[in-house]
């Protein structure tokens, strides 16, 4: 029970320092990075719990790491636009107007 209790607050650590790196970054830089603790879980569950990774956990994060290169080399994060357009003066919805005030 104190072990699932730790890896709780663990979780929780891990999740307002992710806030905090989101609030401080752009999100198309943050976001590919925090996917890549699914590829470090591997060799992790490898090594603290003998868990067996087999050809299709290795292919599968090599699909990640390419895919976060490929998405690192080719996606301009800069070029985008910071507010979505208004339609005919208008937001198009009351969610976006809400939204448009945090920012």
Known sequence: MA??????AALLFALVFQAAA???????IIQPLLVTTVVFALPLGYFLTSQTVGRREVIGAAVIVVGL???????????????RPAVNGRSP???????ARCS
Not at 3 to 8: D, I, K, N, T
Not at 93 to 99: G, I, L, M, N, Y
């Open 3 to 8: 072990s699932a209790l730790a890896l709780v």
């Open 22 to 28: 989101l609030d401080r970054g752009r999100l198309a």
């Open 69 to 83: 290169a490929i998405f690192a080399l080719y996606g301009d994060p800069a070029a985008g636009v910071r507010s």
């Open 93 to 99: 919805s009351p969610c976006w107007r809400a939204c």
